[in-house]
């Protein structure tokens, strides 16, 4: 079965899906997520580069329509560093998670 290709909003890579980090704005709620969902998406490259673009020119806010919050750039920026908590998953709601 052919992969199903996405763009990054920062550098305009197209990759495969499981490339990327998935970003979302979910409906009806409005709220922004990472990973799951059903809504408006917009996808990331797990690189220091594209986030920083993605965070200086608000390309992710662009691309979903919304105002991400700040603990979801703080977010991805531990997960590139590799310091999360591997028992939250993809699949959690940014505006519910505790700042660390």
């Known amino acids: 079965m052919k992969p199903n290709y996405?763009?990054?909003?920062s550098c305009r890579r197209v990759a495969p899906k499981a490339d990327f980090?998935?970003?979302?704005?979910?409906y009806p709620g409005g709220e922004v997520r990472l990973g799951g969902g059903m809504?408006?998406?917009a996808y990331l490259c797990p690189t220091q580069d594209c986030l920083r673009a993605a965070q200086r020119k608000n390309r992710l806010g662009r691309a979903?329509?919304?105002?991400v919050p700040d603990n979801v750039?703080?977010?991805l920026g531990q997960w590139?560093?590799?310091?999360?908590?591997e028992n939250i998953g993809l699949d959690f709601e940014i505006g519910s998670c505790a700042d660390s």
Do not use: Q
Request: proline share 0%.
């Open 80 to 85: 590139l560093e590799g310091r999360y908590d």
């Open 73 to 75: 750039y703080k977010t």
């Open 39 to 41: 809504g408006r998406s």
């Open 6 to 9: 996405r763009r990054c909003v």
């Open 64 to 67: 979903l329509r919304a105002k």
């Open 21 to 26: 980090w998935r970003v979302v704005r979910v």
